[in-house]
């Protein structure tokens, strides 16, 4: 398909594609803009854009056709869109259209840029060049790579992503440490993610029963993007829509969505898919609250509300220290009086103590944390 994403002609139209489900309510809003991207980017407000997914021409250079063993044609990308004259050219374009989403970004708001080695070098060169600060280089390792046929290099198996927030200045750009670790058995994730290539259902094909697009990426590498450094309702722009794999995933998560696709027939076809694109349940979505984040919590106020009475006995988990609470809501061990944490350091020769974490309240059901009380009482006002 003889289609080019690098620019469209100055005096081709501005069409805005959104699905009808979109226009809902309770639904997030999601819009696809048919044009050159840094020009239409230019139209968007500055500083409205939480996160940018970029997934630009990797600028292949391929010198002929790629044969199997069996002299058979590999189905490579050998479109238009992924054709520059020089390297410079190639440079140029990445300089503007990252200009371009530096302006519609946040202050704190990150991009990501993915590639393979024939651009995302060059890539995160314009990228400091433009004041943008790396955070990461996240390796996207595949499971099912497709083969070197020739034999003289290694099997490239992996496309690298680079993510980097609008300045060095940044502060209070989205990661969501704590969500991403209890998703991954209380490990952090690392920056190496093993996920497979889009194929079978979620690969779309065009009427001829071939793959639309050369390109298309897996939901489960956006999920994860996504998940990892947005909230519900953020906005999040790709620039190089494509099949509309970015837009699906947003409007899945609840985030609201603008893709930028200069062909129609791309296009056409990602509004069809975000369009069939339920979205999730909110309490499936609601972002992870943190220890920090979490509204502050006095134990006396556990007292006030009836979780716990004066007059009980507080334990460690192994039941080797008792302490009393009192009417005020400190607590005494012997003669010593103070809060649960200063307690509970007495009680074991420290220093510091989470007393939060230390203590627990004999239940006829066993011992409960009294952090386990605190997150109730939390629960109490939430619902409040």
Same mark, same amino acid.
């Given at each position: 398909?003889?289609?080019?994403?690098? !620019?469209?002609?100055?005096?081709?139209?501005?069409?805005?594609?959104?699905?009808?489900?979109?226009?809902?309510?309770?639904?997030?809003?999601?819009?696809?803009?048919?044009?050159?991207?840094?020009?239409?980017?230019?139209?968007?407000?500055?500083?409205?854009?939480?996160?940018?997914?970029?997934?630009?021409? @990797?600028?292949?250079?391929?010198?002929?056709?790629?044969?199997?063993?069996?002299?058979?044609?590999?189905?490579?990308?050998?479109?238009?869109?992924?054709?520059?004259?020089?390297?410079?050219? @190639? /440079?140029?374009?990445?300089?503007?259209?990252?200009?371009?989403?530096?302006?519609?970004?946040?202050?704190?708001?990150?991009?990501?840029?993915?590639?393979? @080695?024939?651009?995302?070098?060059?890539?995160?060169?314009?990228?400091?060049?433009? !004041?943008?600060?790396?955070?990461?280089?996240?390796?996207?390792?595949?499971?099912?790579?497709?083969?070197?046929?020739?034999?003289?290099?290694?099997?490239?198996?992996?496309?690298?992503?680079?993510?980097?927030?609008?300045?060095?200045?940044?502060?209070?750009?989205?990661?969501? @440490?704590?969500?991403?670790?209890?998703?991954?058995?209380?490990?952090?994730?690392?920056?190496?993610?093993?996920?497979?290539?889009?194929?079978?259902?979620?690969?779309?094909?065009?009427?001829?029963? &071939?793959?639309?697009?050369?390109?298309?990426?897996?939901?489960?590498?956006?999920?994860?993007?996504?998940?990892?450094?947005?909230?519900?309702?953020?906005?999040?722009? /790709?620039?190089?829509?494509?099949?509309?794999?970015?837009?699906?995933?947003?409007?899945?998560?609840?985030?609201?969505?603008?893709?930028?696709?200069?062909?129609?027939?791309?296009?056409?076809?990602?509004?069809?898919?975000?369009?069939?694109?339920?979205?999730?349940?909110?309490?499936?979505?609601?972002?992870?609250?943190?220890?920090?984040?979490?509204?502050?919590?006095?134990?006396?106020?556990?007292?006030?509300?009836?979780?716990?009475?004066?007059?009980?006995?507080?334990?460690?988990?192994?039941?080797?220290?008792?302490?009393?609470?009192?009417?005020?809501?400190?607590?005494?061990?012997?003669?010593?009086?103070?809060?649960?944490?200063?307690?509970?350091?007495?009680?074991?020769?420290?220093?510091?103590?989470?007393?939060?974490?230390?203590?627990?309240?004999?239940?006829? &059901?066993?011992?409960?944390?009294?952090?386990?009380?605190?997150?109730?009482?939390?629960?109490?006002?939430?619902?409040?």
């Amino acid at each position: 398909m003889g289609v080019s994403r690098r !620019g469209a002609s100055s005096r081709a139209p501005r069409v805005s594609l959104e699905p009808e489900a979109s226009r809902r309510e309770s639904a997030p809003s999601a819009r696809i803009l048919v044009g050159d991207c840094v020009a239409e980017m230019a139209k968007l407000p500055a500083g409205s854009v939480d996160l940018v997914f970029a997934d630009p021409p @990797y600028n292949l250079q391929l010198a002929g056709d790629l044969k199997r063993p069996d002299d058979s044609k590999v189905d490579a990308v050998d479109d238009d869109w992924d054709q520059f004259a020089s390297f410079k050219a @190639y /440079d140029d374009f990445t300089r503007a259209w990252l200009t371009a989403c530096r302006r519609v970004l946040k202050p704190a708001g990150t991009l990501w840029v993915i590639g393979s @080695y024939h651009n995302i070098f060059r890539v995160g060169t314009v990228l400091q060049d433009l !004041g943008f600060w790396i955070l990461n280089d996240v390796v996207w390792r595949k499971t099912n790579p497709m083969p070197n046929f020739r034999g003289r290099r290694f099997t490239n198996a992996h496309e690298t992503m680079i993510w980097a927030t609008r300045d060095a200045e940044a502060k209070g750009y989205t990661f969501n @440490y704590e969500a991403l670790k209890a998703g991954n058995e209380d490990i952090q994730v690392r920056s190496d993610w093993t996920i497979p290539l889009c194929t079978g259902e979620e690969r779309l094909k065009g009427l001829d029963g &071939k793959k639309l697009h050369p390109t298309q990426k897996p939901q489960a590498l956006l999920a994860r993007v996504i998940l990892s450094s947005s909230r519900p309702d953020d906005l999040v722009l /790709d620039p190089f829509n494509g099949t509309g794999t970015t837009g699906a995933v947003a409007r899945h998560l609840g985030r609201r969505y603008i893709g930028i696709e200069r062909d129609p027939a791309y296009a056409a076809a990602a509004l069809k898919r975000i369009n069939s694109v339920e979205p999730l349940e909110a309490p499936t979505l609601a972002p992870f609250m943190t220890a920090r984040e979490a509204p502050r919590v006095p134990f006396a106020a556990l007292l006030e509300r009836g979780l716990i009475s004066p007059g009980a006995k507080l334990v460690d988990a192994k039941k080797r220290h008792k302490a009393l609470v009192r009417a005020d809501g400190a607590v005494s061990l012997g003669e010593a009086v103070g809060s649960i944490h200063k307690i509970g350091a007495l009680a074991q020769g420290l220093d510091a103590c989470n007393g939060w974490a230390f203590w627990h309240v004999e239940t006829p &059901k066993g011992l409960i944390s009294i952090d386990t009380l605190r997150a109730e009482f939390r629960a109490q006002m939430a619902d409040a």
